[in-house]
């Protein structure tokens, strides 16, 4: 019988009114990888917090190897084995360091290193470090000028340091190559037969097939699922994040009118297969995906912020390619970005002046602005997407996160486009904000085609007259959001692409 490493039982935790947890129950098994999947919002965050020491339990109990385990900081956590591994991976390196002292970070800080610190011996211990990952790098090196995968791993192996007895890994690959990944899977390989209890966050079906001995699935603070069987259950895993209920929106799906945006032969990755893809009028096209299928790289390459890798682009049958993101604007390609606070709110501004941007010389005469018709234009979109404030001139940085959304997306509902693009549109808002931004979008969709990115597949199925699937660069599915089609589209979210191309292959 293999030992529990690591029990969570009833864990409760609430920040105000908000509760994140609810009554939580996990195992981890010493010598095992237990996956957990759970979509934005589900708790799993709170919960890795919970067990290395950023937050306590309002109530539950933790044991780690059959002892209490209640770390009241992450150092404490470190000091009985529970080692961390976040998706951030700022919270792994110090850029300022050169890649020795980051390995070695740790062991420099105990007491018995001594007040001089020998950087020859600091150097010879960190390339043995480095060589268990198979790290290639420098490590005099500054952290700074490396690239992003190679961060990415020196925050992983600065982790062995640690000889961890519960290893949590938070979307480890996002930043690695296919190759990189490979040498992660082998290191997880040797920890498990070391007796390393696993905890590793993901939603990348390749990993998961790759490293899974067991899936456990999160919805709304609590597991949703629990997969162990021998052959692993992948797509009742993700049904369970998702909800056992799964439903198409009872909208009439808009009829189609002309083409308008065409991508041609587009490769999103070096190992991707091209595709091509035609957006119509009238119609709203949700693309889905998880974590690295290429929706952020499809959107920025149709709104100029990059280039597809290989294809073209036409509109209204003219080539398109724009330089920029003011190239595209001008063309009437539209984009609300996914990150607000970096990208898109202005904090400085007060509600109307956002919703202005970038659009002011539509509320302007020659060189004068027209301060009434920014004044009515905030007005109509405060009123038409429910914006709780108390006026227009309300700072919006006062607004909740949910409101700051309705602001961003209104701002680019407000002028007429060709092509809207809404990157992650319902990102952190609650079920009644993210309703209102929908019918919102549908209710204003006619005379342009709408193309909507997001990765819960619950949210592509409440707005779109069409679901493309996007899976680690590869076009997977293109279907009808039709109660017919449901089990195919999410099949094809949850990674089983293997006979699409050649029973399917619709463009």
Known sequence: ?????????????????????????????AGKVTVLMGANGAGKSTLVNILCGVHAADTGSMTLFG??????????????????????????????????????????AEKTTGFFIKSEKLRQ??????????????????????????RQMIAIARAMTRNPKLLILDEPTSSLSA?????LFRLLETLKDQGVA????????????????????????????LFEDALL?????????????????????????????????????????????????????????????????????????????????????????????????EAGVFMCPKDRAANAIISEFDIKNNLALPFLHHHSWLSFIKRQSITNNAKKTISELGVVCQSELDPVTTLSGGNQQKVMVGR??????????LDEPFQGVDIKARRDI???????????ATIVFVAELDEALEIADRVVVLHEGDNVGDFENTVENLSQIVSRYSGQTETYNQTNPRT
């Open 1 to 29: 019988m293999t030992d529990l490493a690591c029990q969570v039982l009833g864990i409760v935790k609430s920040f105000g009114p908000n509760k994140v947890l609810r009554e939580v129950n996990l195992d981890l098994p």
């Open 67 to 108: 002892k209490s385990f209640w770390p009241d900081s992450p150092a404490d956590a470190f000091q009985s084995g529970v080692v961390t591994v976040h998706q951030s991976i700022n919270n792994g390196v110090i850029p300022d360091l050169d890649v020795a002292s980051n390995l070695m970070i740790d062991r420099l």
């Open 125 to 150: 211990e960190a390339l043995e470090v480095a060589a268990t990952m198979d790290l290639d790098v420098d490590v005099k090196a500054c952290i700074r000028d490396l690239g992003l995968a190679d």
């Open 179 to 183: 190759n990189e990944a490979q040498r």
């Open 198 to 225: 696993i905890l590793y966050i993901s939603h990348r079906m390749s990993d998961i097939r790759s490293v899974a001995d067991r899936i456990v699935a999160m919805r709304d603070g609590k597991i949703s699922g």
């Open 233 to 329: 259950d992948y797509e009742g895993a993700v049904t369970a994040m998702l909800g056992q209920k799964m439903s198409q929106s009872d909208f009439l799906l808009n009829p189609k009118g002309e083409p308008i945006l065409k991508i041609s032969n587009a490769k999103l990755n070096s190992s991707s297969t091209p595709f091509d893809l035609t957006f119509y009028k009238n119609e709203i096209v949700a693309i889905a995906g998880l974590l690295g299928s290429g929706k952020t790289a499809l959107a920025s390459a149709i709104f100029g912020l990059n280039t597809l890798l290989d294809g073209f682009m036409t509109l209204h049958g003219e080539k398109y390619k724009p330089m920029n993101p003011w190239d595209a604007i």
């Open 412 to 421: 680019w509902l407000s002028v007429a486009s060709d092509v809207l693009l």
């Open 438 to 448: 929908g019918d919102h979008i549908r209710s204003s969709s006619k005379d342009r």
